[in-house]
């Protein structure tokens, strides 16, 4: 069966610091790969999304960004935080050529100080 | 307009209550759907697929109207663990990106 990893569970970092979020799959080839946004009361927001190893399409303009250097491995990363970078960040996958639904990872949650 | 809209509730319902929430959605190239359920500090998790000939798992029924472009969710017999937020999910195929989650409706139980 597949399964998603996220690490770490849980951050707290300065506003200027770098930041790396690691995701990773198991159990299946090849997949779609998203990650998504959460502000304390809000919806999810879709930030990046991979249909391949080094394929990453962004959806809104921000000074985070991602990486897919192995098929079932995504990277969120920032060079520098704001403070509005803090919030829930959550990896999901899907099947790919499908519309099967997705599975999420169990999300770090990220406070920016 | 959103693609997907959703009441954001707060529903606030008794133990043993019915409770329906309704999703629309703008795309009619939509073909998938779902609901989700989300848990305070948790990631979403899958409740049901939505399918057009309705269908139902236990105390949970699940609606789709391709003509009117919404999608309902009843819930029978409420529980006080059926408290969570109740996500709304439209998929279209052969765009990676084109799942489009709703705002999710806030369902609390009472007892």
């Known amino acids: 069966s597949q399964t998603i990893h996220q690490w770490p569970a849980t951050l707290v970092q300065p506003v200027g610091s770098p930041l790396s979020l690691e995701c990773t799959v198991e159990g299946t080839s090849n997949p779609n790969l998203y990650w998504y946004r959460q502000a304390a009361g809000r919806g999810l927001q879709l930030l990046f999304y991979?249909?391949?190893?080094?394929?990453i399409s962004s959806e809104v303009p921000q000074n985070l960004s991602a990486s897919r250097p192995q098929d079932r491995q995504f990277i969120l990363s920032s060079k520098k935080l704001l403070l509005s970078d803090s919030g829930f960040y959550l990896c999901?996958?899907?099947?790919?050529?499908?519309?099967?639904?997705?599975?999420f990872g169990p999300g770090t949650r990220l406070t920016v100080l | 307009r959103k693609e997907v809209e959703q009441d954001p509730g707060p529903f606030n319902v008794p133990e043993g209550a019915t409770v329906a929430f309704n999703c629309t959605y703008s795309?009619?190239?939509?073909?998938?759907f779902f609901w989700y359920r989300q848990d305070c500090r948790k990631e979403p998790k899958l409740l049901m697929s939505v399918y057009s000939s309705g269908n139902e798992d236990g105390r949970f029924t699940a609606q789709l109207n391709r003509a009117s472009q919404y999608i309902s969710l009843l819930i029978r017999d409420s529980k006080l663990s059926d408290s969570a937020t109740y996500l709304c999910v439209v998929s279209r195929y052969s765009s990676a990106s084109k799942i489009i989650f709703g705002s999710g409706t806030r369902l609390s139980i009472r007892p």
């Open positions: 999901a996958w899907r099947a790919a050529q499908t519309t099967d639904t997705q599975y």
């Open positions: 991979s249909v391949g190893i080094g394929q």
């Open positions: 795309n009619s190239a939509s073909q998938s």
